[in-house]
């Protein structure tokens, strides 16, 4: 297609970021094993919101329910009577969560209001939700009332900030159809799907072997499974209507420096999806650019330097998960059982 005759439909890039600090990484590393990465994703929010400014990009964080909190005492004063109880006993966090620091400046790894102020005073950032307690839907023993109970728990979180929770990213990429309709209950338009490929279908942490982690590195350098782009849902696909994932921003690795080969791959797809009106999602989390930060945030600004001229070209939009929802629902229309017990004054 010529440059600058673009689809009918203009296509859309989505970006959303899992803002999880230790959260999410606990039970594979310490907070001093991973501190560089902790700190860094500190300085690593406010140079991501500069870069959104400066390109006018509007982005999604799914955000862990824990980080909502000043202080440890209020979060224990939050906790869902029903928790997980997986198998793996090193998966949950409650038990570990009297051993952390009593606020955020005595403990800057499981505490982020601060951050969650910055993101939240720019309209064009939406805030949505990555669990309460960064919750693995697929880990053995599930239950569908403890589910239920944790998102419960993280819409209270966020109504302490203002927030209601609209988008979903679920922790693993783990979910399934049961957990889809417990989302709707609960008042969720919005969710981060898998890509459309057996490499990225939702997978317990025991089916995330080695074979699977090594053809999904080499994908995220080289087109083996494909673009990843896709025409938005129809009003008509049911809610939380799906956006999947197209794409996972690795971090620059001063072991394994690629970063030029997977640039392409992204320009690439994202000149793709501009060209035939195609949505393209491209998700990373914070702490990612907390070690390196320099070099990653000049990778990102690469790339959105080439949707910048895609969007002159073909007038690509740039819209977090909410605002693509709305689009397709329009913006008075909610879930029939939207949940409302959960806002907390």
């Not at 880990?139 to 009332?145: A, D, G, K, R, Y």
């Not at 989302?183 to 997978?203: D, I």
């Not at 007038?315 to 879930?335: F, K, V």
Request: with cysteine; net charge neutral.
């Amino acid at each position: 297609m010529p440059l600058g005759r673009g689809p009918k439909t203009p296509g859309t890039l989505i970006i959303s970021l899992d803002f999880e600090l230790h959260w999410g990484m606990r039970h594979v590393k310490t907070a001093d094993e991973y501190r560089e990465n902790l700190i860094g994703a500190r300085r690593a929010v406010p140079a991501l919101l500069s870069a959104f400014a400066d390109y006018d990009i509007h982005a999604t964080w799914a955000t862990v329910g824990f980080l909502f909190f000043q202080r440890r005492i209020d979060l224990l004063r939050a906790l869902p009577p029903e928790q997980p109880n997986y198998t793996d006993r090193r998966l949950s966090p409650y038990a570990e969560i009297d051993a952390i620091g009593e606020d955020e400046n005595q403990d800057p790894f499981h505490f982020a209001r601060s951050l969650l102020d910055q993101i939240h005073g720019d309209e064009s950032q939406e805030i949505a939700s990555q669990t309460f307690s960064h919750y693995y839907c697929l880990e053995p023993i599930q239950s569908v009332s403890a589910f239920r109970a944790d998102l419960r728990a993280a819409k209270n979180a966020a109504s302490r900030l203002g927030v209601p929770l609209t988008s979903i990213v679920f922790p693993g990429n783990q979910y399934d159809g049961t957990h889809l309709t417990v989302c709707r209950e609960m008042g969720f338009t919005a969710f981060r799907g898998n890509p459309r490929s057996w490499l990225y279908r939702p997978r317990t942490g025991v089916e995330q072997t080695l074979r699977v982690r090594a053809a999904r590195l080499l994908d995220s350098h080289y087109n083996l499974s494909s673009h990843h782009c896709y025409a938005q849902p129809e009003k008509s696909d049911g809610i939380p209507l799906n956006f999947p994932a197209s794409h996972f921003l690795r971090p620059y690795s001063s072991i394994f420096s690629s970063q030029a080969l997977q640039e392409r791959r992204v320009i690439n797809a994202l000149t793709y999806a501009a060209q035939r009106g195609l949505t393209y999602h491209l998700w990373w989390h914070p702490h990612n650019f907390g070690k390196h930060l320099e070099k990653n945030i000049g990778m990102l600004r690469r790339i959105l330097d080439h949707f910048q001229k895609l969007r002159k070209a073909y007038d690509m939009q740039s819209n977090n998960m909410a605002e693509c929802a709305s689009q397709i629902l329009g913006c008075q229309e909610h879930p029939e059982r939207e949940d409302r017990t959960a806002v907390v004054e």
